[in-house]
Every structure is written in structure tokens, then in C-alpha cells.
């Protein structure tokens, strides 16, 4: 049975459905349909344009108008002359099935006796804006006293532009005992008073979410291997350092795994999906709304309460199972007149999927690449310049200018300028610079080390492995085999970290020699297993220092300072960190005492995104969301179902 069949529709109506190529209802119809059929009601129902309303109004009143008296039932008010004949046309194509019907149009700037006419030879559905039914009704070339159903569609517009009085005047002309249908965008008060005045206990629907056909919302997509996906969500937050964003991945699991990634390249990102408690989402929330996190990575259903404004991006990290649900994603952005982005990172198999959504959205995608080092290089670089020249002078500073001139003393503006941004912009090239290696083994393989070094028990270490994501594991897979190939409990192994032709994870030191001897030369399908000691131990297993700042990967390490400190400085192997490295030179005391910064050079930020990072690890669900498959969603689930997105 179709899903419109199951809203409770008749065959005619399924039929110039079919047609019209409607594939599913769109959340207003689905939500409005049955209610106008089955309950003879007033109603307000609020939604963004473009969510199909039209229908959601006109397929129950079609099906409910009795098309054999030829007298008028229904009204339909709206604001312009466009949308009164749009209406129109759309409500002909709805009940083009259905014999009989006659809908005509009523609008300003044409004769009003052909109008009229077409009206005496028998109407059942008028629609017509405010000021020329008022007309019509003055002149009495038109009867609505005896309709039975009201709709006032885009009520906030029709009272924007000045209708209040017509409204109420026309309203005062229809019978007491009609059901009025209103719907809006928002709910001022001059709708709410409409509402009051002349509606008896409306069933009341609110639609979260516009259709992405909205206007504000522009469609990206990006083509790329289905193992860069990662690598490609941090290039495009590299590239657009103000991002503020929302991305979506289909599973829980890929969901914390992916957040992790991030929270372990030094953004501010945080996990929202069932496994986390009520307490835990709204903490993740509270800090998304407050900014102090800039990539909510989220599941659908945990974003289905999301109604945050000025969310500048939607990442469609994977995209949605069900190809309608791509509307509800990327309504999350462009929301109250904002404008916003919604990008796709998809493989080339799934590209089919664009033109799909396309005619969902009536909009067309575009196809863009991923940024390149360089041109990240540059907006960054663009970035700092106007951050600088925005940035406001705490004249605390003039203390310390004796000295800072002293030492800067005898540079010409041009070589200050030159060497100030410098010290952003080498790190950047420079991480970009070894970017490009790392497709094969580069740089990180130096990671491994020869070097005896003294193992004890209660002392992280970690190991290098030669299988990765070319052996089909992913950190959560590799743990696991970890784990029962060793024999080793459910905390022994961490840090696992899965590249692709090798891995890195840790182990406290009391299980060093069970790795090395299990591990080593272990055939795993004919592929045998060599394991390294890592110079690095991949920072402290409870992976947060005593700021509460997570340590991860070599970071840890090099925070930790001198001795255990990898030979290359900023140049030796490091992790996907990206432009943190500098900041390792700095004193420990310094970098967590820094108070956040929004933007700016994002990974210059790591010690300020400390916040988001120790919350997220403090707060968030037990890390294996496997583990919790099969725990139900409970309350807080439902909660955050039922919890009804709040109107832009
Ligand atoms: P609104 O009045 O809420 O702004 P419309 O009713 O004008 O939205 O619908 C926007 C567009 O979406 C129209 O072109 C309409 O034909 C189309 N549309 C409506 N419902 C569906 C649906 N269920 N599936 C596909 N397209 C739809
Ligand atoms: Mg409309």
C-alpha cells in the first residue's frame, strides 16, 4: 500500500498523485492529511515554503468537497497574485481525476466580471487573494456564505503585506459552523490573534524543517574515494574556518567514531545518537548552541530535535539510507532567511543518488572538489589577515610593547606583515606538504622505532602493526581481533588508530610481551602480522591530561615536553593533527589557560578546544557503541523524538 493510500486518500486522488510523480508525502502531508480527513476540525499547521502544503490542504479538501453540488465550499486565501494562480493550477492537477470539480482563481490586475463568471457557472473551490475577494464580496458577484472550509495559506505573508482587515472582513462573510484552515511559516501575533478570533480548538502541526528547496540553501556535492571520506570532511572544515555545522552519518557507531577522529585532530566536535543519555545529549547541545563545538556529528534520529540557528553547514557525511531524509538534514541549515550549504561526500557508486534528490528538492546540486593544501593555505592565510585587521586592542598590551619592539625593532611594516603571518601560514604548508604523502606509508611510518626503550608494567605503549584499512578493518574491527587474538580484555587495547596499510594502538606495558610474541609473524589469512614498539605511546590511557584535555596520539606526547618529545619537532611524524604542532612549543600552563577563540586558524585553537574535547570524553557514552547495540533507546530517545523543533 502506498504511503499516500495510507494516509487515507481515495483513488482518484492517488491517481493524479501517481502522475504528479509524488513518490512519499512530505512531513506537513503527513501530518495534516489524515487529521483533515478523518476529523472535521480547524487547524494550524506551520511550515517553512516549500513543504509541500499546497497538498497537504488540497488532497483533503478535494477528497471531502462533494463535487456533484456545484455551489462554492471552499475559500482559499492567499497573499499574491503568483501563488493564488499557482494554488489554482495545483489544485487542477490534484483533481483532475475528479469529475466536476471546478476551482477558479480570483486576483487583482484581471476583469473581475470574467471572474465572476467563471464563478456563476459553478465553483466549488475560490482561490483568491485578500483584496480582490473583499472586491468581489462588495460588489456582490460572489456568495461564500454557505463554504464549509476556510484555508488561509501563508497567513504571516498575507498579513505582512497589509490583509489584516480584508481578512477579518472576508472571514465575517462565511459561515460560523466552516472549518478554517491556516498555514503559516511563523506564527506572529497578528496570525496568532486571526487564529483566536475565528478558530474553535485548532489541531495545531508544526513542521520543524523546510524542504531544502528553500532558496537559502545551496547543494554541493563532493566525488571522492570511498577511504577519503575522512580526510575529505577535514579538508572542507579547513576550508571554511567559521564552519559551524551539522554532520550526519547514518550509523551510531560511524557517528562516534567519526566525532572521535575529529575530537582527536584537534576540532571541535562532539557525538549526538541514541547511546548517549538524555543528560549527555543535552550537555552535547548545550555546548553546540553555545558555539564551544563546531561539527555536530550526529545520527538522524538524534538530530531530529536539533533547532539550532546559524548552522552555516550540513555535511552529509554518508548519505541517508532513505533518500527523503536528506530534506530534514539539510533544513537543519539556511534556516530564518540564513543562507547555508549542504554538502555531500560521496562515492562514485552512489553518484546516481544526486539526481534523485534532486527531483526531491527541486534544486540542482553542485559538483565541486575538494579544496586543494594550497587553496586551504590561502583562506586560512586570508582568514588570519582579517582576523588581524578586526581584531580589538586590549591596551594591556602597551606594557609589554617597550619590550616587543625591542626585539622587533628595524623591520620594515612589509617584512612584519610578511613574517607575522608566517607564523601561521609555514604550518599550514607545511602540514599540507606532507599531506600529500601520506596516501602511501610517508612520513607516519617513521613513527616506528628501533630504539630499545625500557617497558613497564602500568606504562602505555604503543605499537606499530602492518595491517590497516586494506585488511578491512576499521579501529572498532581492529580492537576486536586485537582483543581476541591476545587474549586481552575489553580496556587493554586503545588508542587503536587504523590507517591504511597500517595501524597504530596501545597496550599498557605489563602485555608487551604477549603482543610482541602472539603478534609477531601471526598469519592472518595468509598475510603475516609484523608489530613494532612506536617511539610514541600515543599520550596517557585515560587520554586526558591533568587539564582535562584530551591527549591523544602524539600530541599527548609532545605536550607532555622534553624527554619524550619525537626528534623532528614540528617536522617529525605526527598524527592527522594538522596545525597544532607549533602550539607543543609552548608551556603547558600557558596553552590551557588561553580563553577559546570562534575560528580563526582552527587548529591553532586545539588548546582552547580543549573544552569541547575533555567534555566530550567525560560525558559521552561507553566508546564502543557496539557494545550498546542492543541497549533499547529508552525515554530519552522518545523524548528527544516527541521534542518538537522550534520555529525559525
Ligand atoms: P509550500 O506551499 O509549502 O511552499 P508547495 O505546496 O508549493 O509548498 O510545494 C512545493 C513543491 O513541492 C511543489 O512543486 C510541489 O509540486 C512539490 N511537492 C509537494 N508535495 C510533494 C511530494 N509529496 N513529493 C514530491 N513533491 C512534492
Ligand atoms: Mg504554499
Redo the contacts with the bound molecule.
Keep these: 500500500m502506498n504511503k499516500f493510500e495510507q494516509l487515507g486518500l481515495n483513488e482518484s486522488l492517488l491517481l493524479a498523485i501517481k502522475d ?1 510523480g ?5 512531513e506537513v ?1 503527513e501530518k495534516a492529511i489524515p487529521v483533515l480527513l478523518e476529523q472535521n476540525t480547524d487547524l494550524v499547521a506551520l ?1 517553512q ?7 497537504a490542504f488540497g488532497f483533503p479538501l478535494i477528497q471531502k468537497i462533494d463535487a456533484e453540488d456545484r455551489s462554492t465550499q471552499a475559500l482559499i486565501l492567499s497573499p499574491t497574485r503568483e501563488l493564488c494562480l ?1 494554488i489554482t493550477n ?1 489544485i487542477k492537477q490534484y483533481s483532475k481525476y475528479v469529475k466536476g470539480l471546478h476551482t477558479v482563481a480570483v486576483y487583482g490586475g484581471a476583469s473581475i466580471t470574467e471572474q465572476a463568471r467563471e464563478i456563476k457557472r459553478g465553483a466549488q473551490v475560490i482561490v483568491a487573494t485578500p483584496g480582490r475577494m473583499q472586491d468581489m464580496i462588495n460588489r456582490g458577484l460572489v456568495n461564500i456564505k454557505n463554504i464549509s472550509y476556510c484555508i488561509l495559506d501563508e497567513a504571516d505573508e498575507m498579513l505582512n503585506m497589509g490583509f489584516y482587515d480584508d481578512i477579518v472582513s472576508i472571514l465575517s462573510d462565511t459561515p460560523d459552523e466552516k472549518k478554517t484552515w491556516l498555514f503559516s511559516a511563523t506564527m506572529p501575533a497578528e496570525v496568532a490573534r486571526i487564529a483566536k478570533k475565528f478558530m474553535a480548538d485548532p489541531v495545531e502541526i508544526t513542521v520543524g524543517h523546510k524542504n531544502s ?1 528553500s532558496a537559502t540553501v545551496s547543494h554541493e556535492f563532493y566525488c571522492v574515494n570511498a577511504r577519503d571520506r575522512y580526510e575529505a570532511l577535514k579538508r572542507l572544515a579547513d576550508a571554511n574556518p567559521d564552519i559551524f555545522s551539522v554532520v550526519f552519518c547514518r550509523t551510531k557507531r560511524d557517528t562516534q567514531a567519526v566525532a572521535e577522529k575529529l575530537i582527536e585532530d584537534g576540532y571541535s566536535a562532539a557525538a549526538l545518537h541514541g547511546d548517549l543519555s538524555q543528560a549527555q545529549r543535552d550537555g552535547v547541545m548545550k555546548s553546540f548552541r553555545g558555539r564551544q563545538i563546531q561539527m555536530l556529528v550526529a545520527t538522524d534520529v538524534a538530530a531530529r530535535g536539533i533547532d539550532v540557528d546559524n548552522i552555516t553547514h550540513v555535511v552529509n557525511y554518508q548519505l541517508p539510507d532513505e533518500i527523503e531524509t536528506y530534506n530534514h538534514r539539510s533544513g537543519r541549515t539556511g534556516r530564518a532567511g540564513k543562507l547555508g550549504t549542504s554538502i555531500v561526500i560521496i562515492t562514485k557508486s552512489e553518484l546516481r543518488k544526486i539526481s534523485s534528490i534532486e527531483r ?1 528538492i ?1 534544486q540542482k546540486f553542485q559538483e565541486k572538489t575538494i579544496p586543494s593544501g594550497i587553496e586551504i593555505c590561502e583562506i586560512q592565510l586570508l582568514h588570519l589577515a582579517n582576523k588581524i585587521k578586526d581584531t580589538e586592542v586590549d591596551h594591556e598590551i602597551d606594557n609589554y610593547l617597550p619590550a616587543i619592539n625591542e626585539v622587533l625593532d628595524g623591520l620594515s611594516k612589509e617584512e612584519l606583515i610578511k613574517k607575522m603571518v608566517s607564523v601561521e601560514f609555514n604550518r599550514f604548508i607545511e602540514y599540507y606538504k606532507k599531506k600529500r604523502d601520506l596516501s602511501g606509508d610517508g612520513g607516519q611510518r617513521s613513527e616506528r622505532s628501533s630504539e630499545p626503550r625500557e617497558i613497564r608494567a602500568g606504562d602505555p605503549v604503543r605499537y606499530f602493526v602492518n595491517i590497516g584499512a586494506r585488511d578491512d578493518f576499521d579501529w572498532m574491527q581492529l580492537k576486536d581481533f586485537l582483543k581476541e587474538t591476545l587474549d586481552l580484555g575489553r580496556d587493554d587495547v586503545f588508542k587503536v588508530d587504523v590507517k591504511e596499510g597500517f595501524s597504530f594502538f596501545n597496550t599498557d606495558g605489563e602485555h608487551t610481551e604477549k603482543v610482541m610474541s602472539i603478534l609477531n609473524g601471526y598469519d592472518m589469512n595468509g598475510r603475516r602480522i609484523n608489530v613494532e614498539i612506536s617511539k610514541n605511546d600515543g599520550g596517557s590511557r585515560e587520554r586526558r591530561d591533568h587539564n582535562g584535555r584530551s591527549s591523544g596520539g602524539f600530541r599527548g606526547d609532545r605536550n607532555s615536553g622534553g624527554e619524550r618529545r619525537s626528534s623532528g619537532g614540528s617536522f617529525g611524524p605526527r598524527k592527522e593533527g594538522g596545525f597544532r604542532s607549533d602550539r607543543n612549543d609552548a608551556p603547558r600552563g600557558e596553552r590551557s589557560d588561553r580563553p577559546r577563540r570562534e575560528g580563526g586558524f582552527n587548529r591553532d585553537s586545539a588548546a582552547p578546544k580543549r573544552a569541547p574535547g575533555s567534555f566530550q570524553r567525560e560525558e559521552r557514552a561507553p566508546r564502543r557503541s557496539s557494545e550498546n547495540n542492543d541497549r533499547p533507546a529508552g525515554r530519552s530517545f522518545e523524548a528527544a523524538k516527541s521534542r518538537r523543533p522550534r520555529k525559525s
Excluded: D, H, M, R
Excluded at 515554503?49 to 497538498?55: D, F, M
Design positions: 504528479l509524488f513518490e512519499n508525502p512530505s502531508q511550515a515554503t516549500g513543504t509541500g502544503k499546497t497538498a499557482q495545483e528547496g526531491i527541486q
